[in-house]
């Protein structure tokens, strides 16, 4: 079942095309990465699945009943960890779209699956830690719990293994992959880290959209989309990418 259809989309800032005329879909219980270069377009398009940002052109179809469709997992730049919760607490704003704010009270239901949550993760024993007060790895994994606590069909996660160790790196991927068995599963991969092999589908994002099959990736494949020599190397069990090094960041 295609739970996802893009059909020509095209989003613009001012007289700056970020995407143009981009097509694909996503398969229910896919586990789909999402790279390219800096300004090429990957958070526009997220913005864009998330209904954050309208395209001037084309549609976005999500098939599914869910009220909220989505769980959403910023980049750490994106979320203040001095703010101070603790980790249930944090875990419990994942259902907040449900209730109505400023005037909440979560209820035992609430709290139940929080704490379902927070097994699924592993975190349940950091419950009433402050969120400050933990290591990369581990905040990453309460941000997780937050996002799938209201038990959304597709998870979104924006770079979610930047700036943290290999042994947590290892350990998200695979705490996605037992998530992936039961929701479809998004990632933005930052352009000079990772191709995993826990992805099924890959799109390729630089104004245009390019969508692989794992398997048909190579280094002249992402040439056409880094428009760059691309090497492919192996880090322990991940293969990774090694991009041109006059990449930028950009908004985009």
Known sequence: MKIIK????????????????????????????????NGGGKSTLIKILLGLKKPETGTVDIR????????????FTTFGKDFPVSVEETV?????????FPYVRFNRQDQ????EAMAKLGIEHLKD????SLSGGQLQKVMIARA?????????????????????????????????????????SH?????????????????????????????EELEKVY????????????PRLILPKHEEHNHA
């Not at 599914?64 to 980049?75: A, E, I, L, M, S």
């Not at 770079?159 to 160790?165: F, G, L, T």
């Open 64 to 75: 599914t009943d869910h009220k909220n469709p989505f769980g959403y997992v910023p980049q």
């Open 6 to 37: 893009v059909k020509n989309v095209s989003a613009w800032y001012g007289d700056f095309c970020a995407l143009e005329n981009v097509n694909f879909e996503i398969e229910e219980k896919d586990f789909t990465g999402i790279i390219g270069p």
């Open 112 to 115: 139940k699956l929080a704490c």
């Open 148 to 188: 799938v606590v209201a038990d959304p069909p597709i998870l979104i996660l924006d770079e979610p293994v930047s700036n943290i160790d290999a042994k947590s790196e290892i350990e998200i991927y695979d705490l996605l992959k037992e998530l992936n068995k039961e929701k479809t599963v998004i990632m933005v």
């Open 227 to 238: 428009g760059s020599p691309i090497e492919l190397i192996s880090h322990g069990n991940i």
């Open 92 to 100: 419990l704003m994942g259902l907040l779209t449900k209730k109505a």
């Open 129 to 132: 830690r402050r969120i400050n």
């Open 191 to 219: 352009n000079t880290s990772i191709i995993s092999s826990y992805f099924k589908t890959l799109l390729c994002v630089n104004k245009h959209v390019y969508h692989h099959d794992k398997s048909e990736m190579n280094g």
